[in-house]
């Protein structure tokens, strides 16, 4: 790699000259700026981002730090990160953790070696015991907010499995069953105390043997309906943990030859692009997915200002349910 000395000893100045040259300081004549310059072009010199980010104390960087890109919901939050940081002269450096909670610690170590400036992530786990030593500035998505160290955005997920649940109700099924990702999911948890009070509140009984866990997939979706619908007393409605576990349920249920909405209906949690698609025209519940990652930037930015001072906020969002054709309509 193509240093300022080496440039320096190529036209015989010195080294605080073609620093300054490059860097666009006073004190170097225009003509060996350009000398500098066209040398500097000819040698294929590339500045050091991160040794400037030293000088400067910023490095215009960011991580995002995501669960599953697969998942049509994280690419929309993306968008939202990448577009806001574009305004401001950021890029944006993506980590993909697969939900492993090692990856996320090697994720996170990276990203303070690279000295980026902050960090936006969807934690892997729940037991958020990686975010206790990170010391750069950090927005944490769909998180418990365990010590009021970071500001923390989510939509009031609760309120959504609470609306998803009465919506069905008021559709007039009679049994509904809740299929969520990982049981030691914040999400899950939340979206469960929405269900079960719903499901109080209309005076339905909370039965445990069909509130059932796997994964946020759509295979997982599939699976725990098959094993639904073999039960003695098997649903006539899920409501689904996101958007990918409802196309599952959607797919078992119809190859065991309900008709969806008359026989089965079903709720999404995420409100993603495929969910409006006429083949699926999926009822779920919407999240502002864009606006979170814009936010999330614009939140970030606050606590990079204010990295002295502890800025920490907690944001709770709206969640909307989103009435399509895979419900009744009463």
Partial sequence: MVTIKDIAKKIGVSYTTVSRALNGKPGVSQATVEKVLKEAQKMGYQPNAIARGLVKKSTNTIGLVIGDITNPYFPAIARGVEDAAKKVGYNVFLCNTNYDKDNEKSYLKTLEEQRVDGIIINPAKDDVANMYDVKTPMVMINSPSYTGNHSTIEVDNAKGGFLATKHLIEAGYKRIAFIGGDFVSYVNERRVEGYKRALRQYNYLVDEKIIVYG?????????????????ENPPDAVVAGNDLIALGVLHCVEDYGYHVPD????????????????????TTIDQPKYYIGKLAFEILMEEI????ERFVKKIVLEPELVVRKTTRIR
């Fill in 215 to 231: 994964s946020f997939k759509t295979k997982s979706g599939y699976t725990l309906t098959e094993k639904l619908l073999k039960s």
């Fill in 263 to 282: 026989d089965f209906g079903v709720v999404g949690f995420d409100n993603v692009d495929f969910s409006e698609l006429p083949q699926i025209q999926l």
């Fill in 305 to 308: 200002k204010h990295k002295e």
